[in-house]
Nanobody, 121 residues
Framework: QVRLVESGGGLVQAGGSLRLSCAAT????????MGWYRQAPGKQRELVAS???????NYADSAKGRFAISRDNAKNTVYLQMNSLKPEDTAVYYC???????????????WGQGTQVTVSS
């Protein structure tokens, strides 16, 4: 079984910073893309940023210039550094990863349990 365990959420004032971490644990052969999504109350879940196993990144327009995604392949961990936070960044942030548990198995999509980020004005 594969689990994604997130940490680093919390309450921060506008203009502040937070760093989210997500570690994949369990039986892992390889991890393809990893990413961060968020869902605010009453809104659909949306992509914040993603990163391939080779380090190619993609950002939502709202995250460009403020957020930075990175990963440590040796630790099966992805990070999201969030700077210049705004109240509209308030949401539950979810980690996502495409994981193969062995060489003969297909890739499956996994989600973390979510971590709350609250930005006060």
């Amino acid at each position: 079984q594969v689990r994604l365990v997130e940490s680093g959420g919390g309450l921060v004032q506008a203009g502040g910073s937070l760093r989210l971490s997500c570690a994949a644990t369990g039986t892992i052969f390889s991890i393809n893309a990893m990413g961060w999504y968020r869902q605010a109350p009453g809104k659909q879940r949306e992509l914040v940023a993603s990163i391939t196993s080779g380090g190619i990144t993609n950002y939502a327009d709202s995250a460009k210039g403020r957020f930075a995604i990175s990963r440590d392949n040796a630790k099966n961990t992805v990070y999201l550094q969030m700077n210049s936070l705004k109240p509209e960044d308030t949401a539950v942030y979810y980690c996502n990863a495409g994981v193969r548990s062995s060489w003969f198995r297909n890739e499956n999509d996994y989600w973390g349990q979510g971590t709350q980020v609250t930005v006060s004005s």
